[in-house]
């Protein structure tokens, strides 16, 4: 796997994510601050999702795009969640969602996996 355009797409999302998400989580609820910090993770998140599609390993799809559908299928249900006005269902759906972003990001990172490798190569660490 090298680190092409989508690749690198898809790891500055998820990243960026991991970040935006946690300052969403921790941030007071219903304010302004945590409907826009909100807003860019779900953005963040959709292009995460969207390009792991274009991410395969020798040329198929793996375990993780089930997340990948899983993520897409919380976002949505999170989202209409909060329009209704069903708060408890939209916190418990996103923090689920984090929780999985952060979790298959560990996966994703640990050693011996080729995008761990190419991130930590990357930042100079390996």
Known sequence: ???????LTHAIAAGSAVVVG??????????SLHRLLG??????MLIAVITSFAIKTHGHYSWIHIL?????????????AVM???????QRGMRSL??????AGT???????????????AVGLV
């Open 1 to 7: 796997m090298a680190l092409t355009p989508i690749v």
């Open 22 to 31: 946690g300052t969403a989580l921790a941030a007071r609820k219903g304010t």
């Open 39 to 44: 807003r860019t993770w779900v953005v963040l």
């Open 68 to 80: 990948s559908i899983v993520a897409l299928t919380g976002l949505a249900a999170s989202i209409f």
């Open 84 to 90: 209704r006005g069903n708060i408890r269902a939209h």
């Open 98 to 103: 984090y929780i999985s972003l952060v979790v």
């Open 107 to 121: 996966f994703t990172l640990l050693p011996g996996r080729q995008l761990g490798y190419l991130v930590w190569h």
